[in-house]
């Protein structure tokens, strides 16, 4: 809720839990923004939750801001994702991407989880931050992304390149990350310029969608650190 704040998100209303002292700083910070705060109890905020834990607080909205593909401020990380559908994977890939430098996050219109309450609190207020684009077609997207001069890198399982050995990461990149369970589809595995995996020992077949986010996002944030070889 500060993060959101702190972005100049707009709100409608900010309901705080009655005789929670803790919650004053944030409730001036809401007020000094011209949002109403009103106080309720902690049944009420429950309903208004929906089902998401809370702290005693709840921000009221008319609807996530996102933007057109073309809206998006020009950037050298992006991260595309192809299918997510759970939104703590979602809330916690935007909260690395966030954190790793990246510029916007591409989400699908179709079969794939929006921006809810569950995934804001997962992002910890870094999609509050971040410009998310709803496209209508991921393929397209990234052949607009690839006009503006960025390549494309997907992460697959089964792929021979692994994530440490792609040059492509060196450059202007957007990094695209597949669903859950089956990763990425068909038609965008066949657009990327690259698919990379994630060098792994243990048994298991593959990562969570977001751990794999974080490693090959902050796979780009140590080779822009380190500088040319």
């Not at 992006?78 to 939104?87: A, N, R, W």
């Amino acid at each position: 809720m500060f993060e959101a704040l702190r972005a100049g998100r707009r709100m409608t209303e900010v309901v705080v839990e009655a005789g929670n002292r803790e919650l004053d700083g944030l409730s001036q910070g809401a007020e000094a923004a011209h949002i109403p705060v009103r106080r309720t109890t902690r049944d009420e905020l429950d309903t208004l939750a929906h089902g998401v834990r809370h702290q005693g607080v709840v921000a009221l909205a008319r609807g996530f801001p996102y933007r057109a593909l073309d809206e998006i401020t020009p950037t050298d990380l992006v991260v595309v994702l192809d299918g997510v559908t759970d939104p703590q994977n979602l809330g916690a890939i935007a909260r690395s991407a966030l954190q790793a430098g990246a510029g916007a996050l591409v989400l699908p219109k179709r079969r794939s989880v929006g921006v809810g309450p569950a995934a804001e609190k997962a992002s910890a207020g870094a999609l509050s931050w971040l410009q998310v684009a709803l496209v209508p077609n991921l393929v397209r997207a990234l052949a607009d992304l690839a006009e503006q001069g960025m390549w494309s890198v997907g992460l697959d399982r089964d792929a021979p390149e692994t994530l440490w050995q792609c040059a492509l990461l060196d450059e202007r990149v957007v990094v695209v990350i597949g669903a859950e369970g089956r990763g990425l589809s068909r038609l965008v595995r066949e657009r990327v310029d690259a698919l990379v995996s994630v060098p792994m020992r243990g048994p298991l077949g593959s990562l969570n969608a977001g751990v794999a986010a974080a490693l090959a996002l902050f796979e780009v944030v140590r080779r822009r650190a380190a500088g040319p070889a």
